[in-house]
């Protein structure tokens, strides 16, 4: 019973990495994103369309790393854009977002039909030596594909980026406090425009992660809502990849947990569990904001503004 | 000056009524016109893809007598209504309304247009130029149960559902009692994923099925491609639904329901041409014609095969009814007592699993 126990916990674990994936990517873009100032809340139109692409790219020139690349290139394209709306144009950055989130959708299934049940080679799990013999961290850490593994390397690699460099003490400046960055000669429309894209770069991959490992092929409207599930994990994370990590995993984790205890046969409605990942993030959510209330807030302090530079 | 003008608008105007009704009369060339209103993308290769597929037949089969009009990803609102005044604005006499939450604004269109002939899916409606019709894809379940019970080894199955309503559990019903008529040993598992279309949750919910030890798998999401190809990938037979998809996994592929629109369409428009239409209930099932089997998969051996395409023979006569009384819910109380036959009313208001559903039924 304890074996079969163990087994199902891995399975859970596992199943938990996986679905987990393609919004941490997102989630660790908007981070990036979010750090300098700018909200896009176009993560879903934005993931899509990267599906899509990746999609696309894969199936006339069968190679997926240039798939995956291109899904990269496309998001930066649309980061770019909302970029040069909300930075050059001072545009409304909830509704810029809101709008390249419903572009995304219809561009992608516009442009999608012709792509429906291609066949293409998806992106396969590979081993790593040592690691992926190891019992119970092999099966739940490695036993998967390299855009899993290279997730493990990037939400250490941004923090460090993002807390110890630079680099990162730019970034945060601008989130912060525009003008006195400016004035300590930090061009801050460059910054911007490059953390949106490089962020939007992030969520096209998550994208494709979707159509390129998991579906293996394009559908119309396959992220079904987790970019708006990236959005809440940036808040919830606090604006810090680690946290992005576990709050990734919480949500991925109810999902592989509430499918599995219905193939165990548990007697609880599938509707109760199919809400689970939606109301841990939410209380999860409400318990760490609450937890803040008088700690001092680790919002961007300059997030959703437009930055207009001193005459 | 004041009466020039009125000469020339007058003359504008008849050389305009003149153009308009020779442009009424070229109109007027096809016999009939047909629209179809479907609620999902016709790329989804499953339920959407099989309707778009049967207007090509149709369209084809009556070339010169009747043209379409077909919209895809209809919302069941008030959206549907304007979509269906538009088709009839358009000349449209008959309108295929094919999805279940359709009725209400075609109830309110039809009041309009009593001249209009409405094919409703699923749901009856008591009104003269409103006709109901079910696609029943139980009988094709029944014999990927058969094919799946003879060909599982762990007699484990899973089922990836979509929603526990009617016309679901009937599927996985007669999935079941497909697998129990020659396997009774074999027990099938059900997975919710409570969304008609979400390629990552249904993947996520085969592989926790796979990770239980099955080693067949069956679904009945809108869109096919997702679990089919998660099961090529992992080894795990498969069997369809509503669409044949089989070259997507030529290793695993068993068979499935095949939904044939076509001839079903054609005779409708035939009967609306000929004005001896009549409001009532069809059901499209293997006996009529439009249900049929997807070709199999190359691992079902020949005798599997043979079996399976005799049962066929005898459900399109009427020698199998495969939901004959008796039959008993998975706790064991009974639903049809012997000899009972169950009527679409019946059907349509199903709401338990038959024995043999490794679990119970979610309450709502």
Not at chain 1, 93 to 122: E, P, R
Not at chain 2, 231 to 255: M, N, R
Request: charged residues 15%.
């Amino acid at each position: 019973m304890n074996i079969e126990i163990g087994e199902f916990l891995i399975a859970v674990s596992a199943g938990m990495v996986r679905s987990a994936t393609p919004v941490l990517y997102a989630t660790l873009g908007e981070i990036i994103t979010e750090r300098s100032g700018i909200l896009n809340v176009g993560l879903e139109g934005i993931m899509l369309v990267g599906a899509f692409t990746g999609v696309a790219v894969t199936y006339n020139i069968h190679s997926i790393v240039l798939g995956l690349l291109a899904a990269m290139l496309v998001g930066l394209l649309m980061g770019l854009f909302h970029a040069l709306l909300c930075v050059h144009f001072n545009a409304n950055q909830v509704g810029t977002g809101i709008a390249m989130s419903i572009f995304g959708t219809g561009l992608s299934a516009y442009l999608g039909m012709d792509y429906v049940g291609k066949q293409i080679n998806a992106l396969g799990a590979c081993k790593i030596p040592v690691l992926s013999d190891l019992p119970v961290i092999g099966p739940i850490f490695f036993s998967h594909d390299v855009l899993v593994y290279l997730t493990y390397l990037l939400v250490p690699l941004m923090a460090f980026i993002i807390n110890r460099t630079r680099i990162g003490l730019t970034l945060r400046a601008v989130g912060e406090e525009p003008r006195a960055a400016a004035a300590a000669g930090v061009n801050v429309v460059q910054t911007r425009y490059l953390a949106t894209a490089i962020g939007a770069a992030l969520a096209g991959l998550g994208g494709a992660y979707l159509s390129l490992a998991y579906a293996q092929g394009w559908s119309e409207n396959i992220a079904a809502g987790r970019g708006w599930i990236a959005v809440g994990l940036v808040l919830f994370a606090s604006w810090s990849p680690f946290r992005a990590l576990i709050g990734a995993y919480l949500f991925g984790g109810a999902i592989s947990l509430q499918l599995r205890l219905q193939a165990a046969g548990l007697d609880v409605s599938p509707y109760l569990l199919g809400m689970l990942p939606y109301v841990l993030v939410i209380v999860v959510l409400s318990i760490s904001t609450w937890r803040r209330k008088n700690a001092p807030s680790s919002v961007p302090t300059a997030l959703g503004l437009p930055y207009i530079p001193q005459v | 000056m004041k009466n020039k003008l009125m000469i020339v608008l007058l003359g504008v105007f008849f050389l305009g009524f003149g153009l308009l009704s020779s442009q009424a009369a070229t109109n007027s060339l096809p016999a009939l016109k047909v629209g179809f209103l479907c609620v999902g993308p016709v790329s989804d290769m499953g339920w959407n893809y099989t309707e778009q597929q049967g207007k090509v037949y149709l369209e084809k089969t009556l070339a010169g007598k009747v043209e379409t009009v077909f919209a895809e990803s209809v919302h069941e609102s008030a959206e549907a209504e304007r979509v269906m005044e538009k088709m009839i604005a358009q000349g449209c006499k008959l309108i295929f309304a094919a999805s279940y939450g359709y009725l209400e604004p075609v109830l309110r269109v039809s009041a309009r247009h009593p001249d209009v002939t409405f094919m409703q899916l699923s749901r009856f409606a008591d009104k003269n130029n409103i006709g109901t019709y079910f696609g029943l894809t139980g009988e094709g379940f029944y014999l990927a149960g058969v094919t799946a019970g003879r060909m599982t080894k762990t007699n484990k199955l899973g089922f990836v559902g979509s929603h526990p309503v009617p016309s679901t559990l009937w599927a996985i019903n007669a999935y079941t009692l497909g697998v129990h008529s020659v396997n009774p040993k074999a027990k099938v598992k059900v997975v919710w994923t409570e969304t008609w279309i979400d390629p990552v949750l249904e993947v996520e919910a085969a592989k926790g099925l796979i990770d239980t030890g099955i080693d067949t798998l069956a679904f009945d999401q809108s869109d096919s491609l997702p679990i089919v190809k998660a099961a090529e990938s992992k080894g795990i037979k498969v069997s369809g639904c509503y669409a044949d998809v089989h070259q997507f996994a030529p290793k695993q592929w068993l068979t499935g329901p095949n939904l044939n629109w076509g001839p079903f369409y054609v005779k409708t428009c035939q009967a609306v041409m000929d004005h001896n239409w009549k409001n009532g209930v069809c059901i499209c099932d293997m006996g009529s014609g439009v249900l049929e089997l997807a070709p199999f998969g190359a691992s079902v051996p020949e005798p599997v095969r043979k079996e399976v395409l005799a049962l066929k023979e005898k459900i399109k006569s009427g020698k199998l009814v495969i939901f004959a009384g008796p039959i008993k819910d998975s706790q064991g109380a009974e639903r049809l007592s012997a000899g009972q036959k169950p009527d679409i009313q019946w059907i349509s208001k199903m709401n338990f699993f038959v024995q043999g559903i490794d679990g119970n039924l979610p309450k709502n």
